[in-house]
């Protein structure tokens, strides 16, 4: 089965890519690897919430917010080489706007890795850095980055 018939056997549909927010590019081809650029959670073109965890947002969302910037990054994938060129998913790196005192940032992250092993199964598993910040670009609670190995 293809990536791609698998995003439809799930009910998800990649976004369109993301327009960059500054002078770099959604994502990188570097021999067998894709790197993306850090993706926040767009919803249609708007943030589908601002502020920091442990304050303004819940965390709760966290997880769901987090997958929304998981799916930004696979759309990033599938517009530089085709979602179904992908063999595994190598690292995410996600940052997270942390109120003081906030230290859920690998559970708020645990959003995007698990979308990625539901798309990928095995080839979802990754290795991971979940980073807590004082801010994000737009006001954003997250931004996840992938890189992914390609055939």
Known sequence: MSWSSRLTELGLVLP??????GVYLPAVRSGSLVFTAG????VDGVLAATGKF????????GPE??????????AAVDGLVGLDAVVQV??????VASAPGFTAQPAVLNGA?????????AAGAHARS????????LGAPVEVELVVELC
């Open 113 to 121: 890795s698990e979308l990625l092993g539901e798309v990928f199964g």
């Open 130 to 137: 979940a980073v807590g910040v004082a801010e994000l670009p």
């Open 39 to 42: 993706q926040l959670p767009l």
């Open 65 to 74: 917010l987090a997958r929304i910037c998981a799916l930004n990054a696979l």
């Open 54 to 61: 442990g304050a303004e947002i819940d965390p709760t969302r």
């Open 16 to 21: 369109p890519v993301a327009t960059p927010a």
């Open 90 to 95: 190598v690292k995410v790196v996600g940052f």
